[in-house]
């Protein structure tokens, strides 16, 4: 079930550029033009919209990248990209919003080399992709 979300979280991953939080021997994240423009999408939000699965509520979200990169600071909340999933949703103790970490650099530890980005989760979450 989880494998599903990594598909549809592809248009999401696609859009974080790490930019100046890569080091040149590092792969970029792709841009894609045809990705990065407005989609409306049914929901009435601007960007492409990808998916997010909680695993505490067994619900998959809509997303969609407001912000594809914010300085370090302050709390974020670990996205998983291998899985397309997170802990925990709107409602949850210990979702921030949307304000989430992507693990670039593959050491387990919020850094300076990870990707920090803000895409919050539209409610309602639904039980299929």
């Keep these: 079930m989880i494998r599903k979300a990594t598909a549809v979280l592809a248009p999401i ?8 939080q890569t080091t040149p021997t590092e792969p970029m994240l792709d ?16 960007g492409a919209l990808g998916v997010v699965y909680v695993r505490s509520q067994g ?26 999933a997170t802990d925990y949703g709107p409602g949850d103790p ?14 387990g530890m919020q850094n300076e080399g990870d990707v920090f980005l803000l895409c919050p989760l539209l409610p309602p979450g639904r039980t299929s992709p």
């Design 31 to 46: 841009v894609s033009a045809e990705l990065s423009k407005t989609a409306v999408g049914g929901r009435g939000v601007k």
């Design 59 to 84: 619900l998959y979200y809509d997303t969609f990248v407001s912000a594809s990169t914010l300085p370090p600071r302050g709390p974020f909340q670990h996205l998983d990209t291998e899985e397309g």
């Design 94 to 107: 210990g979702y921030l919003g949307g304000r989430w970490w992507i693990d670039a650099n593959g050491d």
């Design 13 to 20: 991953l696609m859009l974080v550029a790490c930019g100046d």
